[in-house]
Nanobody
Framework: QVQLVESGGGLVQAGGSLRLSCAAS????????MGWFRQAPGKEREFVAH????????GYADSVKGRFTVSRDNAKNTVYLQMNSLKPEDTAAYYC??????????????????WGQGTQVTVSS
């Protein structure tokens, strides 16, 4: 069973950048498709980005497309989320998740088997 730990969150001004990391242990990250989700207070957890096992394909929510980039380094067992041009509405706890078997979709929380504990991102206006 893989364990996931996110890091890199913090407080940033609007227009700034952050890079989140998701480090895996207890398993080989290259066996998993990976996703990033976020959850703001009082709201449901929502899809942000997805990357396939090899890193050859990615997908993004419309709200972050062109601003966020997901990548992975399987040799380091780590997935990244580069976030640029941050907006106050990006404020949320960000979670990485691992999907053992692709079942046709990757933007639902039910598509994923393992989750990290989250890292807080706060964007001030």
């Amino acid at each position: 069973q893989v364990q996931l730990v996110e890091s890199g969150g913090g407080l940033v001004q609007a227009g700034g950048s952050l890079r989140l990391s998701c480090a895996a242990s207890g398993g080989t990250l290259s066996n998993y498709h990976m996703g990033w989700f976020r959850q703001a207070p009082g709201k449901e957890r929502e899809f942000v980005a997805h990357i396939t096992r090899s890193g050859g394909s990615t997908g993004y929510a419309d709200s972050v497309k062109g601003r966020f980039t997901v990548s992975r380094d399987n040799a380091k067992n780590t997935v990244y989320l580069q976030m640029n041009s941050l907006k106050p509405e990006d404020t949320a706890a960000y979670y990485c998740a691992a999907d053992r078997f692709y079942t046709g979709t990757y933007y639902y929380t039910r598509d994923y088997d393992y989750w990290g504990q989250g890292t807080q991102v706060t964007v001030s206006s």
